[in-house]
């Protein structure tokens, strides 16, 4: 028997959930969850379209010498100019929790969508550009750091492609979380790849959370779980949602994962109070 689109994706995810963090695949991986989230959604098409986008990258950096050679600024102007400029992709500031914005094959038809689904197009340009760029995990609004010999360009992928300096994070943190917040060390960290499609996804989650889909929730969590099978917090997560769904058995199975692989501090010793109280419930 044929497999359904949901089964081939989430046989990739866990593929993919074996691999070292540096040969996953972003923009690969991010179709895969696309598809579990829309079965019917041309993922060929999506697949193909970000081939293009590729092909236009490494012409737009072999064009430009300066980029090319190595300046952090430069390198930003030029993949700002092919995705959002020739691709025409944006942010959608008119209907920012439409779940299809963190969709990333719904992304590419529709040309807009939020931070994280943005970046990972700007990450996939930038590595076939042989270009170094990282996911940064400023609060509440995903930005890109695009790396050159001489430096770092920070970039709102939301924005345009628009480069930051000091002042506009500044700006930014005070929108974010209000006018008495400010710079401060550690607000610009680096993301790796799991966790910038671990970033995407919880878009997805949280959508379903808000919409009282709890069970569509939990399928979220637990695809996840296939890319980022040592996630502690995500068993923990998942093994709640089936608390909360009653299903007592794999909620003890997912609590007791989270336990091994963090056992200890006090969310371990909080967890902990939840099992024995979920055991009780078994006798």
Known sequence: MASSPE???????????????AEI???AVAVQFGRIDAPDADWRGASALLSELAQAAVA???????ADAGDAERRRAVLAEVIHGRFGFRGDTEDYENAANANLIRVIERRRGLPVALGILWLHAAEAAGWAAHGVDFPGHFLLAVEGGRGQALVDVFAGGTGLQAPDLRALI???EGDRAELRPGLVRL?????????????I????????????????AEDMLRLAPDQA????????????LDRIGAALACLE????????????????????ELRHRLN
């Open 7 to 21: 089964e081939e994706a989430r046989a990739a995810l866990a593929a993919a959930g074996q691999l070292p963090d």
């Open 25 to 27: 695949e972003l923009a």
């Open 60 to 66: 737009a950096a072999a064009a430009d010498e300066v």
């Open 174 to 176: 005070k929108r974010i």
């Open 191 to 203: 993301m790796d790849r799991r966790a910038v499609l671990l970033r995407l996804q919880n878009n």
């Open 205 to 220: 989650k949280l959508r379903r959370l808000r919409a009282q889909d709890l069970g569509g929730a939990l399928a979220c």
């Open 233 to 244: 917090l995500l068993w923990r997560e998942a093994g709640l949602f089936n608390q909360r």
């Open 257 to 276: 994962r989270s336990l091994e692989l963090e056992p200890e501090g006090p969310v371990a010793s909080r967890t902990r109070l939840v099992v024995e």
